[in-house]
């Protein structure tokens, strides 16, 4: 049991994510199994490095990932889980769609002519039926989430 306050090591991060999550390594592996067309950053911060494509179980020990609607793409700078972007790509239908809250600090805008909300470190930017949820923590600058978004590109 980890002491509160003590930072997670890789490894514990990874383990993690494993419980909640199946990992493929290639884009080309998960794309058939979703229920989207994903789109490609063509920028990541300098440093980060994508640690795969992630599709949630829900906790079935064999679950159908058939028509995926929820996709999340973690990347990390030198192995370390403080220095974090996590990404959320859902599918937005009647049983997936919620609408974006907005803080105090929160504005509404548009990013390459789609929908966006800009809050605080993260971004959510609404393309098509998809949304792209970008937050780059404590590590980096906000601007860097607004990157993230204007660099999505259609493969």
């Not at 063509?42 to 599709?55: A, D, M, N, V």
């Not at 949630?56 to 996709?71: Q, V």
């Not at 949820?133 to 607004?146: F, K, N, R, W």
């Amino acid at each position: 049991i980890m002491e509160e306050g003590t930072p997670k090591t890789m490894a514990q991060e990874l383990a993690s994510l494993n419980e909640i999550s199946t990992r493929f390594e290639t884009e080309e592996e998960v794309r058939p199994l979703l229920a989207f067309d994903l789109m490609r950053f063509t920028y990541i911060p300098e440093g980060y490095e994508l640690e795969g494509f992630r599709l949630f179980t829900g906790g079935e020990e064999d679950p159908d990932f058939a028509n995926s609607k929820y996709l999340s793409m973690n990347f990390y700078k030198d192995q370390d889980p403080e220095k974090h972007i996590y990404v959320q790509v859902r599918y937005m239908d009647e049983e997936t769609g919620y609408e974006s809250g907005l803080t105090e600090d929160g504005r509404k805008t548009t990013i390459n002519g789609y929908d966006a909300v800009v809050d605080g470190k993260s971004v959510d930017m609404l393309v098509e039926d998809v949304m792209y949820m970008i937050s780059v923590g404590d590590a980096l600058p906000a601007e860097e989430a607004m990157k993230m978004a204007e660099s999505l590109a259609k493969r």
